[in-house]
């Protein structure tokens, strides 16, 4: 695959930012989005909108069926056996609450466990804080190594018999770790745990298999993926769709209405109440034909390259202290400069167009563990270049000099 | 925008080296506030004397150089003024920091107006606005006893 050819068909690299040609390491936040994405947007706006699942109309019946076809393509793309358990919703932040939410009704009660891990993303820690205060459940915390990984060994020595459900990332957004999940999820099937993967990090940069790994629910970012903010996927195997009550009441996720009580609509219908992120949903399929263009082993492929390049560049910089050193890491550098606070890096970086993040990365749980503050963060995705990572370097040494190191 | 008026000499040595860096025994007011979006904090301690003046105060906390070196400048700058007078410079402060260009509280003196001014490169970085005006906010919110923790964020 040509890189160049690949970024050319992101328009947001076509203009300079601030005088600047654009070093994006910030796809970990969020990717850039390609034309045919942004084209589809305007193009259903333009020619073809209606609202969908109601009318009988033309475009609605149109604007149904594309919405039903990203389902379809999501259903191909991450291998799940029946395109009823992909749910849409607003993000990966939606899917995680939908679960805690549903299955904290159902299945918690005071004294039961949730196992999550230090290295979570609050929107993977805060739903199930909720669950802590209504329902007076325990949240229990497999903890990180030394290398920033958490190990099988970590999941299984928090287990219990009060552990009703394990909710971890497949891929951290800090030190870059990848989960064993097909692991983690063979260990709790076989003390009957469901388990929750936050794929926020894991669904843009790896190859997907739903059925190979077997988890029960799998969370995506669709902003992450190359595709538009506001969609999400919930990925639930269907007994767990059936059996949960539903999550959000309105329009569209009912079976029938009366005073004296109501029956809720089939799946994928029963969690998708209201009208949804029509536009983004039918976007979103070019996401995924965009990737699959690609090949998400291409992908995979390229960033390693970059990841590996991005470690010797940065591990060579005087001052550069690079946080964790995972076996299996995806393309996410986190890093400290000593005597220089990572929001002044990440300004610095900026004035020379290189955008990366700066502060705890929604992540307090593992900065309090690593007794850091704060770090600076630089994240691939499939457009940068080893380029890129040279003026990265480039300007942490500019960096280095304003603070006289 | 030019980074030598946001990273001005005097900034880099305040953040490197904070004045006022820690706690005393004998305070009697103090205040906490954070910012949330990036993990910084700020815990004011001051003792106000039967005069209500400002006979010592120091900071606690972690933050970038231009949160530091506005916690070490500020409370260089209050020590020993009157809480009438600190309330005047901490207006004054923010409101050179949102709107206007210049300082014009007859408290401060031409070094110290110099001082702050030299915090003003923030008003081209809107994100970083809040770094400079954390430790003002928590240093108001201790004078007025308020148990509130002072957040950038609403």
């Known amino acids: ?405 | 925008m030019d980074l030598k008026d946001l990273y001005q000499e005097i900034i880099l040595d305040h953040g490197k080296n904070p004045r006022n860096l820690g706690k005393f025994d004998n305070y009697n007011k103090d205040a906490k506030g954070n910012n949330p979006l990036c993990g910084d904090n700020v815990h004011v301690y001051l003792r106000l004397n039967e005069n209500k003046k400002v006979e010592d105060i120091a900071f606690e906390g972690h933050g970038c150089a231009i949160s530091m070196a506005s916690a070490s400048i500020m409370t260089d700058m209050v020590r020993g003024k009157e809480e009438k007078e600190v309330k005047e410079i901490v207006t004054d402060f923010l409101g050179m920091i949102k709107e206007k260009d210049f300082l014009e509280s007859n408290i401060l003196k031409d070094d110290e107006k110099t001082k702050l001014m030299s915090l003003s490169g923030v008003k081209q970085y809107p994100m970083r606005v809040k770094c400079a005006t954390l430790s003002w906010h928590t240093l108001t919110s201790a004078l007025d006893n308020s148990d509130q923790i002072v957040k950038t964020e609403e």
């Open chain 1, 1 to 405: 695959m040509n890189i160049d050819d690949i970024k050319r068909e992101f328009p947001i690299f076509d203009d300079k930012i601030q005088n600047n040609d654009l070093v994006y390491l910030d796809s970990a936040n969020s990717s850039q989005k390609p034309r045919v994405v942004v084209d589809r947007i305007y193009d259903f706006y333009t020619k073809e909108f209606s609202n969908i699942g109601r009318s009988v109309h033309y475009l609605a019946v149109a604007a149904t069926n594309l919405y039903e076809q990203t389902r379809v393509s999501v259903q191909k793309y991450i291998n799940a056996k029946d395109k009823d358990e992909i749910v849409f919703t607003k993000g990966a932040t939606e899917a995680i609450n939908l679960v805690a939410n549903t299955f904290g009704q159902k299945y918690l009660s005071e004294g039961d466990e949730v196992l999550l891990t230090e290295l979570e993303h609050h929107s993977n820690y805060v739903p199930w804080h909720f669950l802590r205060k209504a329902k007076n459940i325990k949240i229990e915390f497999a903890e990180i190594n030394d290398n920033g990984e958490v190990t099988l060994e970590a999941i299984e020595k928090k287990i219990t018999n009060k552990t009703k459900i394990i909710s971890v990332s497949h891929l951290s957004n800090v030190t870059g770790a990848i989960l064993p999940i097909k692991e983690i999820v063979q260990l709790a099937h076989s003390k009957n745990i469901p388990v929750l993967i936050d794929g926020c990090q894991g669904a843009p940069h790896l190859k997907l298999d739903m059925q190979d790994i077997d988890c029960d629910f799998y969370a995506i970012s669709g902003h992450k993926m190359y595709g538009p903010t506001g969609i999400g996927i919930l990925y639930a195997k269907k007994k767990w769709l059936e059996d949960l009550p539903p999550y959000q009441g309105g329009g569209g996720m009912i079976n029938e209405v009366k005073k004296e009580g109501i029956t809720y609509g089939e799946l994928p219908n029963k969690y998708e109440a209201g009208t949804m992120a029509t536009a983004q949903v039918i976007a979103f399929n070019e996401s995924i034909k965009f990737m699959e263009k690609i090949g998400i082993q291409n992908i995979e492929k390229h960033e390693k390259e970059l990841l590996d390049y991005g470690l010797e560049k940065l591990r060579k910089n005087n001052s550069v202290n690079i946080i964790g050193n995972p076996k299996e890491k995806g393309g996410v550098i986190s890093f400290t400069i000593e005597g220089v606070h990572p929001h002044d890096i990440a300004t610095i970086l900026d004035e020379d167009g290189v955008a990366i993040r700066a502060g705890h990365h929604c992540c307090q749980i593992l900065h309090d563990k690593l007794n850091l503050p704060a770090t600076a963060r630089a994240s691939f995705g499939v457009y940068n270049t080893k380029d890129d990572i040279d003026k990265l370097d480039e300007a942490i040494n500019k960096c280095k000099k304003i603070f006289n190191l």
